[in-house]
């Protein structure tokens, strides 16, 4: 009898966790598929969604100085047009001293290119190669054949490459436009919000969106400071080893570093290249190993820790987020993963702090109080 009663419990215990574990896989599918539904709709509204978020990551840069005019009396409208027109004229003007100087240096950079390619020429005249200057007009010949022959796919690739700049180009617009309404009327938005879905609700939906406002404000923050030292240390690196250009090209990491992967890639790829045909091969190896070294440092330890300790994310969760950003959505999803996985852990964590006020803890009434002390036990008389 005793081990029938014993079986009946292991049984009632095994259905209890099967029962518990069906709940919850089936909650965890429902919430995998509702994850699923939310990328694929962001996905298929990418033409709408990505200007909305480049807008607000351009607020966050012009929202401060706009908010000063505001208080020094200037309207909403005059102080959103004052800060998008100065931050236009301060980028065309950086914009405008960067070509400049590239202007400036082109002659210098073709007269070393012109000694570059005599020294390679000499250097594949003589052994091992011992090509004669015949030999080397075959193998040129030989090259432009070869580009002929695939001019069809050359051109292909630029009309791509030709719309992918003009749809950037409208995309930029429309942010820029968006970013202007988001200050001017941005301090509207939350009372609006508040009105239209009820107090109660919109008081926590507008604590909500003020916290992601500061995490956005955090992550350009960081982003600018990540930017910074990964030009100063490439363009130190330029400086020390002689290569013209350096202001320049210093400047265009700086620029380089908010575009993630593509945008270091092409500055370092720039600064190799100009070490390449300016100060020879040398240097160009040289230059090279810096590139590499301060992209590296900076993408898998600076970036991280800033980013960490400014969005209040981890950074092993950082670098999960961009992984998996970049292989959704590519070069956009690299850089809007960790911002958008900042917001989605503002919620979470206001979520938290919501249930943990809500909670009452349960007190134990099967022990008296530790002040009550048991009535004695009256004996019989």
């Known amino acids: 009898m005793e081990r029938e009663r014993r079986w009946a419990d292991k049984g009632e215990a095994i259905g209890h966790g099967v029962s518990w574990l069906a709940r919850w896989s089936l909650r965890v599918a429902l919430a995998a598929l509702g994850f699923w539904m939310v990328v694929w709709v962001i996905g298929q509204l990418w033409v709408v969604v990505m200007p909305v978020l480049l807008g607000l990551l351009i607020t966050t840069v012009l929202w401060p100085p706009a908010r000063w005019l505001m ?35 082109v ?35 030989q090259g432009v054949e070869q580009v002929k022959s695939s001019i069809g796919s050359i051109a292909n690739g630029l009309l791509t490459g030709a719309g992918a700049v003009t749809s950037g180009v409208v995309t930029g617009l429309v942010a820029l436009l968006l970013a202007f309404f988001f200050v001017k009327d941005g301090m509207r938005f939350t009372p609006w919000l508040r009105g239209l879905i009820g107090e109660r609700a919109g008081g926590h939906v507008t604590t909500v ?18 930017s910074l030292i990964d030009a100063v240390f490439i363009g130190l690196g330029l400086v020390i080893l002689g290569v013209p250009l350096a202001v320049p090209l210093a400047a265009l990491t700086f620029l ?35 590139v590499i070294v301060v992209q590296q440092v900076e993408g898998n330890v600076l970036q991280p820790i ?16 961009v ?59």
């Not at 916290?211 to 990540?226: D, E, K, N, P």
């Not at 190799?272 to 100060?279: G, H, I, T, W, Y």
């Not at 800033?306 to 999960?320: I, Y």
């Open 71 to 105: 208080s020094k009396g200037f309207n909403s409208a005059l102080a959103a047009t004052i800060v998008l027109i100065v931050g236009l004229a301060v980028l065309g003007g950086v914009i405008a001293a960067i070509s400049t100087s590239i202007a400036s240096g």
């Open 306 to 321: 800033l980013q960490s300790r400014s969005l209040r994310l981890h950074a092993a969760v950082v670098l999960l987020v």
């Open 256 to 290: 380089g570093g908010f575009i993630p992967i593509i945008g270091a890639f092409i500055a370092g790829a720039l600064a190799v290249l100009v070490a390449l045909v300016s100060n020879g091969l040398t240097t160009a190896i040289i230059m090279l190993i810096i």
């Open 107 to 141: 002659p210098e950079i073709a007269q070393s290119a012109q000694k570059a390619i005599t020294q390679l020429q000499d250097w594949a005249s003589g052994p091992p190669f011992n090509l004669k200057d015949t030999d080397l007009d075959r193998l040129i010949a």
């Open 323 to 381: 992984t998996a950003g970049t292989s959704i959505y590519g070069i956009a999803g690299a850089f809007f993963s960790v911002p958008v996985a900042a917001a989605v852990a503002v919620v979470l964590r206001y979520l938290g702090e919501v249930i943990e006020a809500r909670s009452v803890p349960v007190m134990d009434t099967s022990q008296p109080d530790g002040d009550d002390e048991p009535a004695p036990e009256r004996s019989p008389e």
């Open 209 to 226: 969106l003020e916290r992601v406002w500061v995490t956005l404000g955090s992550f350009i923050r960081s982003q600018a400071v990540v």
